[in-house]
């Protein structure tokens, strides 16, 4: 055993170093740069569709803090999020996680008043601070989930850390109108560009 250890000592050694050089490198770049994502839900149409490869930076949240109309990955309210050893290694290298993360739009933030509310003709719209907000990503301002199916329409008062996220596709999104508020902790980064396929590639406005 000691004759064998000793004969790939060398490669062993250089080994372990690579395999903790690139985890090391692989966490470094993830928590002060960025990630690859993908879209597995049409609830971010027509920007985002099924399929769809998005990077995702991290480094302004050092410096900034969300902008209303950023698309962002966050971990939903009710992702559980375990603070283990080995949570916090998948959650940093991207290794076997499995918490839920979510993409949606910032439309309501700290310190506004939130409401959704159709007009005559059928066409459902946002308003912060009692003023209708342009909104020209959403798919379909007459395809919306009625607000007597939902619990969070408002008028609502968001407390500062806090944002409303709602999906492009409102008529097929589980977002901020069902789960309510997102605490400014459980964002993950802003999506800036979609790669791939290499038809759609783009930046993300």
């Not at 290298?93 to 939130?114: E, H, L, N, Q």
Request: glycine letters at 8%; hydrophobic letters at 40%.
């Amino acid at each position: 055993m000691n004759k064998f250890y000793e004969k790939y000592k060398p490669f062993i050694k250089e080994t372990v170093e690579t395999v903790v050089f690139v985890v090391v490198m692989v966490i470094i770049i993830r928590f002060f740069v960025g990630e690859i994502r993908w879209i597995p839900s049409g609830s971010m149409k027509p920007g985002l569709i099924e399929g769809d490869r998005i990077f995702v930076e991290r480094f302004s949240r050092f410096y900034s803090t969300p902008e209303r109309g950023d698309v962002m990955v966050f971990y939903p309210p009710f992702t559980e999020l375990k603070n283990t050893p080995w949570k916090l290694f998948s959650r940093l290298t991207g290794f076997f996680c499995k918490d839920i993360a979510y993409i949606k739009r910032v439309v309501g933030m700290p310190g506004d008043k939130f409401e959704v509310k159709p007009d005559k003709t059928g066409a459902w719209s946002v308003y912060i601070n009692d003023e209708k907000l342009d909104e020209p990503y959403v798919k379909s301002v007459y395809d919306y989930t009625s607000c007597t199916q939902v619990m969070h329409c408002g008028p609502l008062e968001i407390p500062e850390g806090q944002y409303m996220m709602l999906g492009d596709n409102r008529g097929n999104s589980q977002d901020g109108r069902y789960w309510g508020l997102l605490e400014q902790d459980r964002f993950i980064g802003r999506a800036v560009f979609l790669f791939w396929p290499v038809t759609r590639v783009k930046i993300l406005d």
